[in-house]
């Protein structure tokens, strides 16, 4: 195949195109569904599924650290009297079912500091089976409401 006609450069450029416009989303469904099983997101969506819509105080571009995961200014909250409710944006929600976190499974707080964010990190459970780190502008929220 000799790329010196201009029909089959056409064809060879539109093919890449065509190629990198299926490939790269695939990819990247596949890295952030990778991250949800790596990071423990699927266990805490099977232990706190958010089975209503959620109400609240909506907070976006909040912060979740949790394993090695950082979900940094991706995470969508609501924050009511009851607990939390947690999903990341729809570009990282591949393998990222909504969670709904009671505040009573949150204890231990401990304040921490991460990239410049004022965040406290909460043994999460009864017995403690993960820990979890919250900004402090959703703690905030949270004193507000009651």
């Known amino acids: 195949m000799s790329l010196d006609n201009p029909v089959t450069a056409t064809f060879m450029v539109f093919g890449i195109v065509a190629a990198f416009l299926v490939i790269f989303p695939l990819f990247w469904i596949f890295v952030v569904w990778l991250i949800s099983h790596l ?24 912060t979740l650290l949790m394993g090695f995961s ?14 939390i409710w947690m999903q990341p944006k729809w570009l990282f929600r ?6 709904f976190i009671p505040w009573s499974e949150l204890s231990n707080p401990q304040p921490a500091t991460w990239r410049w964010s004022k965040l406290v990190y909460f043994g999460l459970g009864n017995p403690v089976f993960r820990k979890i780190a919250l900004s402090e502008t959703v703690l905030k929220e949270r004193a507000h409401i009651g």
Do not use: I
């Open 39 to 62: 990071s423990g997101w699927q266990k805490l969506a099977k232990r706190y599924p958010a089975t209503l819509p959620p109400q609240g105080k909506r907070m976006g571009g909040q």
């Open 70 to 83: 950082r979900y940094s200014n991706t995470m969508e909250m609501v924050v009511n009297s009851t607990g």
């Open 94 to 99: 591949a393998g990222h079912k909504p969670v």
